[in-house]
């Protein structure tokens, strides 16, 4: 029975952290009659303690919605049909919302998109944040005021003794996401799912809380979840890079790595749409841009109106027949980049049939 409990033990120290396998999220449409609609389609990774993924793509690609489904906060109409989300070795979607909320705030937390719909605007900041320490962490009263004037100032807010006691509404954006990030961080969660952490931030203050994630990272073994549109920041913190689009992964790499040879014709458009660095000329000392910005045409199509075959056919500079026929699957193209675009099936195998 040791020797048993000893290989068990092992095998559950050998696992990531979070492993997210086939992933599938559907919702109902309005007419129950409708076939539901696929908001995440058949998405997997890895990460492992101390490691960052970034989830990046245009708005309405999936991400949040992944994101979701791992803390569990699907709404009402929405629903994982199709594979697993293991965390710690245990599978999110078998678990009862009981059982959910011991780990949520604690184990796992998300830092939302939108402050001011995640903040209860009738209780005042400090108490927020001091709920989450009584509540998991079993702090008194005085002991959860001390921490939250601590995580309060880590996050940069200022005069944090005058800031615990507002509401929501008499802070500004920055201010609110700042104390959101706080409430995430009060546990010091094993896993931090961030939305979008830093948009009504300034760059002083987002530097610092990119610092905070990290630092996390590196002395707690904390993993991170990072939606993001910033391309700049994906470069500089995300070890594994995710490129959705209409649910689907369509590329995922390591960040040097894609960055150095993006595959996939809409990651490069979003690469190329990344603004430039202004130029400075000797005669002229006022920056100016060199050439107009890169643009992907057409927008996202939404969850109603996927086109068949490759979802991003209709925007492809690169589009062939095929594409337009049948859905490309994810194959590897070289080691750990794969990628969903038939310019490269007949040279690659899929991530299925890898030995």
Not at 39 to 62: H, I, Q, R, Y
Not at 216 to 239: F, M, N, P, Q
Not at 261 to 269: E, S, V
């Amino acid at each position: 029975m040791d020797a048993s409990h000893t290989r068990q033990s092992h095998a559950r120290k050998e696992a990531p952290l979070l492993a997210v396998s086939g992933l599938t999220v559907q919702f109902h449409a309005r007419d129950r009659n409708a076939p539901r609609l696929t908001a995440v389609n058949d998405v997997s990774f890895t990460l492992e303690s101390g490691k960052t993924v970034c989830l990046v793509g245009e708005s309405g690609c999936g991400k949040t919605m992944t994101a979701l489904a791992i803390m569990g906060l699907l709404p009402n109409s929405g629903a994982v049909t199709a594979g697993s989300i293991y965390f710690e070795g245990h599978d999110v979607t078998k678990m009862t919302e009981k059982e959910l909320q011991t780990i949520r705030g604690c184990r796992m937390a998300m830092i939302f998109q939108e402050p001011m719909t995640a903040l209860n605007p009738v209780l005042r900041i400090g108490d927020q944040i001091s709920e989450v320490l009584r509540l998991h962490k079993g702090l008194s009263k005085k002991q959860s005021r001390a921490a939250t004037l601590s995580l309060l100032r880590q996050v940069g807010i200022p005069a944090p003794e005058a800031r615990i006691m507002d509401f929501p509404h008499q802070m500004s954006g920055g201010m609110r996401q700042r104390a959101l990030i706080a409430m995430a961080l009060a546990c010091s969660p094993q896993l931090i799912i961030a939305d979008e952490p830093t948009t009504a931030l300034d760059v002083t203050i987002q530097r610092q809380i990119l610092d905070l994630l990290g630092n996390l990272g590196k002395k707690y073994g904390t993993g991170t979840v990072l939606i993001t549109h910033d391309l700049g920041i994906v470069a500089e913190v995300a070890d594994t890079v995710l490129i959705m689009y209409a649910g689907y992964v369509m590329e995922q790499a390591d960040a040097a790595c894609l960055f150095t040879r993006p595959l996939h014709p809409y990651t490069q458009g979003l690469i190329q749409s990344r603004p430039a660095l202004p130029l400075c000329t000797e005669q002229n000392s006022v920056p100016r841009r060199k050439t107009r910005l890169n643009a992907i045409p057409g927008v996202v199509p939404s969850l109603g109106n996927i086109p068949k075959g490759c979802a991003f056919h209709e925007r492809c500079p690169k589009a062939m027949p095929v594409c337009v026929a049948a859905l490309p699957p994810l194959v590897v193209h070289t080691q750990g980049h794969c990628v969903r675009c038939w310019l490269f099936h007949n040279h690659r195998e899929t991530p299925d049939a890898r030995a």
